[in-house]
């Protein structure tokens, strides 16, 4: 399990892994083949699994639910943070440095999948990007920096998401 240096009590990287085992068990459920990619390819790329459906191939980065804020004490399915820019130096995120095709949100029902490239457009669309906050109540359609950071995040409504949805597993 990758755990970033600013993990430092592990807990993002533990929710992450719960949400790859969570997403397995829906794809085996689906009787959808699959195939998880190397430590190399998950870090410098941003592809998680690999899998086939209807005779297409395709390559899915998954992201596990997430509180909105650090008082929150469950995650929310309503908002969405999107990574513009990751927390190291030259890497470009998830969203605009990945190599998935497709993005799936955990939700509590099970994933939410959206093509990568029209998430693209739509974050380009919605989110504010000459301005910036300090706070994460501020974050929505605006990039949020958490201070000493250089990762660039955004809130967005799943609603918003949900428009351009191609595909949902359901638990």
């Not at 974050?123 to 949020?144: G, H, M, S, W």
Request: charged share 35%; hydrophobic share 35%.
């Amino acid at each position: 399990m990758y755990k970033n240096s600013h993990d430092k009590s592990g807990k993002s990287a533990s929710k992450g892994a719960a949400a790859e085992q969570r997403f397995e068990k829906l794809l085996e459920a689906n009787n959808i083949p699959f195939e998880k990619s190397d430590k190399k390819t998950d870090m410098l790329k941003h592809v998680d699994y690999f899998f086939l459906l209807d005779g297409y191939s395709f390559s899915v980065d998954v992201k596990a639910r997430k509180k909105v804020y650090p008082k929150d004490t469950e995650p929310n399915d309503d908002l969405i943070w999107i990574e513009l820019h990751g927390v190291n130096e030259g890497n470009n995120g998830w969203l605009y440095g990945g190599d998935a095709n497709l993005i799936a949100f955990e939700t509590a029902k099970g994933f939410v999948f959206i093509d990568r490239p029209t998430l693209i457009k739509l974050v380009d669309n919605l989110v504010d990007k000459t301005t910036r906050v300090r706070e994460p109540e501020q974050a929505l359609y605006r990039i949020y920096q958490r201070a000493g950071r250089l990762d660039e995040l955004s809130l967005i409504e799943m609603k918003k998401i949900r428009e351009y949805i191609c595909m949902e597993l359901i638990e």
